[in-house]
């Protein structure tokens, strides 16, 4: 749903690496043709295989990027917090939107259209190199994410989900539960439980109520083959 309330957009926008090089007015410009929108926990933002309506951006609030096999099953691929785009390919290559993305918290997001994009890119060869810059950096992410389903145990993804999670505050906050954790790792709510007491008691981490503290942080990452 759409949420109507002014906002001033430029200097959040040059804050973000897509953006960090345009000049005064071209950010001014680029927040003048900007959407914000505002969803619940659990609303969707988008359907797999719609047409992409541009780059979003995170304000404020978690989003998960995820898709649903045939059995109902979710896995979530990415999850975004302040400041991170999401479904940069679709709005890059006209196609359709590869996932779905759905507010894990209450959260707010800014739409840039697909076609305010492209233009930008076409006027500015400076942010066209920032772009691939972005999207090589994606892709390597994602080859270490197949890596890690592909190659390790519950306990190391999750001892290196941990390590990202303590240097990437979107990772972390509301809505990242263990149940999100589980459908980003690709295994159940009570492996994750069972891997965290395997952390617990190999002494790296302990628990602060809903938390989850890292107190061993050269234990972690040998758990984690770091």
Same mark, same amino acid.
């Given at each position: 749903?759409?949420?109507?309330? /002014?906002?001033? &957009?430029? =200097?959040? #926008?040059? !804050?973000? *690496?897509?953006? %960090?090089?345009?000049?005064?007015?071209?950010?001014? @410009?680029?927040?003048?043709?900007?959407?914000?929108?505002?969803?619940?926990?659990?609303?969707?933002?988008?359907?797999?295989?719609?047409?992409?309506?541009?780059?979003?951006?995170?304000?404020?609030?978690?989003?998960?990027?995820?898709?649903?096999?045939?059995?109902?099953?979710?896995?979530?691929?990415?999850?975004?917090?302040?400041?991170?785009?999401?479904?940069?390919?679709?709005?890059?290559?006209?196609?359709?939107?590869?996932?779905?993305?759905?507010?894990?918290?209450?959260?707010?997001?800014?739409?840039?259209? /697909?076609?305010? &994009?492209? =233009?930008? #890119?076409? !006027?500015? *060869?400076?942010? %066209?190199?920032?772009?691939?810059?972005?999207?090589? @950096?994606?892709?390597?992410?994602?080859?270490?994410?197949?890596?890690?389903?592909?190659?390790?145990?519950?306990?190391?993804?999750?001892?290196?989900?941990?390590?990202?999670?303590?240097?990437?505050?979107?990772?972390?906050?509301?809505?990242?539960?263990?149940?999100?954790?589980?459908?980003?790792?690709?295994?159940?709510?009570?492996?994750?439980?069972?891997?965290?007491?395997?952390?617990?008691?190999?002494?790296?981490?302990?628990?602060?109520?809903?938390?989850?503290?890292?107190?061993?942080?050269?234990?972690?990452?040998?758990?984690?083959?770091?």
């Amino acid at each position: 749903m759409s949420d109507q309330t /002014a906002f001033s &957009l430029p =200097e959040y #926008l040059h !804050s973000l *690496a897509y953006f %960090a090089d345009l000049d005064a007015a071209q950010t001014e @410009a680029l927040a003048s043709r900007a959407l914000r929108f505002t969803y619940e926990p659990d609303e969707t933002i988008f359907y797999e295989g719609d047409p992409a309506a541009g780059l979003w951006i995170v304000e404020q609030g978690r989003v998960k990027i995820f898709k649903v096999n045939p059995d109902g099953e979710e896995h979530i691929l990415h999850l975004r917090g302040n400041g991170n785009t999401f479904n940069d390919i679709a709005a890059l290559d006209g196609g359709p939107n590869p996932a779905n993305a759905a507010a894990l918290s209450r959260a707010t997001v800014w739409l840039i259209p /697909a076609e305010v &994009l492209r =233009e930008l #890119l076409l !006027s500015d *060869a400076r942010v %066209a190199a920032r772009v691939i810059q972005i999207l090589a @950096a994606r892709v390597r992410s994602l080859v270490d994410q197949i890596e890690d389903l592909a190659l390790y145990s519950v306990v190391i993804r999750l001892a290196r989900f941990l390590i990202k999670q303590a240097e990437d505050p979107a990772l972390s906050g509301p809505g990242v539960t263990r149940v999100a954790i589980a459908a980003h790792l690709a295994t159940t709510p009570e492996s994750i439980s069972r891997a965290l007491r395997s952390l617990e008691e190999a002494g790296a981490i302990r628990f602060d109520r809903h938390r989850i503290l890292i107190v061993r942080e050269d234990i972690l990452k040998s758990i984690a083959a770091l």
